[in-house]
């Protein structure tokens, strides 16, 4: 299987400054078709969790752009520019190259 | 509007059998590739289990141990997870949900509770 590592497991952040996150797979996630099925998750308190990008940069329809993602083969980095009250909760990579699917641990984000 | 609505979770000791149903609506289910995800008490997400758009193939996550079966009705616009020989650590809630993995859109339930304990 595919382990996906998070880190850090949790960063405290300031309102407005700009924050950053860290996925490392086991495995290179580009599949035989050329492309890199690398997802980013956000769950906030009580919630069920929403996608933000997927294929590693591409953002889901409604996310801000102050979210954005980057990376290739193994490693792999979520950045919000500049953080919002409402951007708190965990943060999920996934990959969904190999079966089965796997998630990264999470990283919990808080304000300082 | 999409919506995915879970049902079945329950209290149920070691060793029984519970089967969860999703019921999809706002999208045209046939469409799509349908997964199982679960997040223990205070704990991460774990994918469980997806099934293709016509029910051809499965995949599970390997620490199942070939426990849980995933199936889909299209008829319905359902799937479902039976699980069997349930264990303690099998406690979480459990999320239906439809990702695309190369198209935006990501559709969740709110998640039904399954409590294995004696």
């Known amino acids: 299987d595919a382990v996906m590592t998070q880190s850090p497991l949790s960063l405290p952040v300031t309102l407005g400054q700009p924050a950053s996150i860290s996925c490392r797979s086991s495995q290179s996630l580009v599949r035989s078709d050329g492309n890199t099925y690398l997802n980013w998750f956000h769950q906030r308190p009580g919630q069920s969790p929403r996608r933000l990008i997927y294929q590693v940069s591409n953002r889901d329809s409604g996310v801000p752009d102050r979210f954005s993602g980057s990376g290739s083969g193994t490693d792999f980095t979520l950045k919000i520019s500049r953080v919002e009250a409402e951007d708190i909760g965990v943060y999920y990579c996934?990959?969904?190259?190999?079966?089965?699917?796997?998630f990264g641990g999470g990283t919990k984000v808080e304000i300082k | 509007e999409v919506q995915l609505e879970e049902s079945g979770g329950d209290l149920v000791q070691p060793g029984g059998s519970l089967r969860l149903s999703c019921a999809v609506s706002g999208l045209t289910f046939s469409n799509h590739w349908m997964n199982w995800v679960r997040q223990g008490p205070g704990k991460g997400l774990e994918w469980v289990a997806n099934i293709k758009p016509d029910g051809s193939q499965k995949y599970y996550v390997d620490s199942l141990e070939g426990r849980f079966t995933i199936s889909r009705d299209n008829a319905r616009n359902s799937v479902y997870l039976q699980m069997n020989s349930l264990r303690v650590e099998d406690t979480a809630v459990y999320y239906c949900?439809?990702?695309?993995?190369?198209?935006?859109?990501?559709?969740w339930g709110q998640g039904t509770m399954v409590t294995v304990s004696s």
């Open positions: 996934m990959q969904g190259t190999h079966w089965p699917h796997t």
């Open positions: 949900t439809s990702v695309s993995l190369q198209t935006p859109g990501d559709y």
